[in-house]
């Protein structure tokens, strides 16, 4: 999924953009709360324009969000009414919330510091199999021994060929490998979902986990991914 797709996808808005949540998801209250995430450091990959980052903002040191395109980055600022300075061309600041204008896949440990916090509600579904290796590889180097993760994934049948893609929960154990210890917390039947009406979906499951890093490089037991992982 070429840069264009979610350029065009972020200037046409409506249902190019219906998988932006207006509300904060509730697996953030439950899992990311004030004492977890007090003075911690969030990194928010592929942000998009997610309310969440205000709540995560209220609490940690910083949120940091990476998205590729700028029309959210400035729709979440005029959406929320923030105020902001543009210090470069890739780097948006409000109070303790900074947005990144880059590919995840090309941020270096230097323009981020120490993260304490991922928060994944929209980026392995977003991405197809062979761009999920790059993005595994990213966390990998991004991230410190003791970093935690929320990640959320969709389950649902029949299956979909294009974003937000199908990730059950084995395939989010085989991603993360042994590098990382990995809680499955949440997985309800979620059958009012918008995508079950969209897609005439069988089944949605919203699945949750809470990982917490302790080893470097991730060993990953996907045969779909390990070979170009190598």
């Known amino acids: 999924m070429e840069a264009s797709f979610w350029i065009k996808s972020w200037e046409l808005g409506g249902f190019y953009t219906s998988f932006h949540r207006k509300d904060i998801h509730p697996y953030v209250l439950e899992y990311m709360t004030p004492e977890e995430i007090e003075n911690k450091n969030i990194l928010v990959p592929l942000c998009g324009k997610t309310v969440d980052m205000l709540y995560l903002a209220q609490y940690a040191n910083k949120v940091?969000?990476?998205?590729?395109?700028?029309?959210?980055?400035?729709?979440?600022?005029?959406?929320?009414?923030?105020?902001?300075?543009?210090?470069?061309?890739?780097?948006?600041?409000?109070?303790?919330?900074?947005?990144?204008?880059?590919?995840?896949?090309?941020?270096?440990?230097?323009?981020?510091?120490?993260?304490?916090?991922?928060?994944?509600?929209?980026?392995?579904?977003?991405?197809?199999?062979?761009?999920?290796?790059?993005?595994?590889?990213?966390?990998?180097?991004?991230?410190?021994?003791?970093?935690?993760?929320?990640?959320?994934?969709?389950?649902?049948?029949?299956?979909?060929?294009?974003?937000?893609?199908?990730?059950?929960?084995?395939?989010?154990?085989?991603?993360?490998?042994?590098?990382?210890?990995?809680?499955?917390v949440e997985s309800p039947n979620l059958p009012n979902h918008g995508m079950v009406r969209k897609w005439n979906l069988e089944y949605l499951i919203e699945h949750g986990f809470v990982t917490t890093k302790y080893a470097n490089g991730l060993i990953l037991k996907d045969k779909k991914l390990e070979n170009s992982l190598v």
Not at 88 to 114: A, P, R, V, Y
Request: hydrophobic residues 40%; aromatic residues 10%.
């Open 64 to 184: 940091i969000g990476v998205e590729l395109v700028e029309e959210a980055i400035l729709q979440f600022f005029s959406e929320n009414n923030l105020s902001f300075q543009k210090l470069d061309d890739e780097t948006f600041i409000s109070g303790n919330i900074i947005l990144l204008k880059k590919d995840f896949m090309s941020l270096s440990n230097q323009e981020i510091g120490k993260i304490d916090w991922i928060y994944d509600r929209a980026s392995l579904v977003a991405l197809p199999l062979e761009m999920r290796k790059d993005y595994l590889k990213a966390i990998d180097r991004l991230s410190d021994i003791g970093t935690k993760q929320l990640i959320i994934t969709l389950e649902y049948f029949p299956l979909i060929n294009s974003a937000p893609f199908n990730i059950p929960a084995e395939e989010v154990n085989d991603y993360y490998g042994e590098g990382h210890i990995v809680h499955h």
